[in-house]
């Protein structure tokens, strides 16, 4: 993460963490899930807002998502994780990140509560960002009109962001899931603003691709969020190091050797890292997919399967060059 960014644990931490208060904050709110490009424009319209005024450009974002908070069981999958929320926060031009625990009596707070208490008197907002959408506050009762309103007559400005488009698109963390869990990643990419990706350590698997003459590394997935099974083309970089390697990426149940024991609903990650002949054991890689090579599919022998693969090699070449 960006040494410049100041992550703070919850609007009471301010000004314990920081030694001091916020100077003169426009403040960016929201869940940020992805932080995808209508997230962005959102931290850059208070990043332009902080530098006029002289003040900081601020991320109010929330954990748990609420969504998460109010119905586990029902939530959709995070596209990232905290960690790397922080991060793409940081690299979307925030200098602070207040990071405010969802908790019963937070998702109590009426919304004048939340403009008066929250913003005004705890982060002492001089102006907030939201987009276009926005609701907040117990119920989901404020929206954008009344946080105009009441800005006003607390004298903190308010800007609303209209919605960010791709090819017809708004862009939103939904629609992002929708294409990832479709196979769809070219999509998802065009409204992330960068590849989706998968990050995990490598753990030890079943040596499989090994006895083949393919090894592969198996990732364990640090988000739910999985793309549909099947073959992509990713470039894998190891975070310890930062290195880069193209690699096919096998995403799904082995359907061929499903009847060896670990069964064809044992979703795995693998990734055959090209021209690489090392260890990677324990390391976190960030798997970055910019293509679909194929389905996921059955082979009648072990034979069929590598020579599949060393086609799904060629063509990661192709996509990757």
Known sequence: MPDRVHVIQ????VTPDLGRPLRTPAIAIGNFDGVHRGHQALVATAQRLA??????????????HPARFFAPGLAPPMLVTLE????????????AVVVEPFTSSFAALPAERFIAEV?????????????WDFTFGAGRQGNTTLLTSEGARLHMGVTIVPPVMAAGLVCSSTKIREFVLE?????AAMLLGRPFEITGAVVHGVQ????????????RPETDLLPKPGVYAAWACRLDDGSRLR???SIGSNPTFAAEGRGASAVTVEAHLLDFDGDVYGARLRLELHGRIRDQ????????????????????RELLP
Do not use: C, Q
């Not at 919850?10 to 931490?13: D, H, N, T």
């Not at 790397?84 to 200098?95: F, I, P, Q, S, V």
């Not at 196979?183 to 999509?187: A, F, L, W």
């Open 10 to 13: 919850g609007r009471k931490r």
């Open 183 to 187: 196979g769809r990643v070219e999509g």
């Open 51 to 64: 530098r006029e005024a002289g003040g900081e450009a601020v991320v109010l974002t929330f954990d748990p």
């Open 247 to 249: 690699a096919a990426l």
């Open 208 to 219: 499989r691709g090994r006895t083949l003459g393919i090894p592969t590394a198996n990732v």
């Open 297 to 316: 599919r059955s082979f009648a022998s072990a034979d069929e399967l590598v020579a599949e693969i060393r086609r799904d090699i060629l063509r990661t």
């Open 119 to 131: 913003l005004r008197a705890d982060l002492g907002a001089h102006h907030v960002v939201v987009g």
């Open 84 to 95: 790397r929320r922080l991060e793409l926060l940081a690299e979307a031009g925030a200098d």
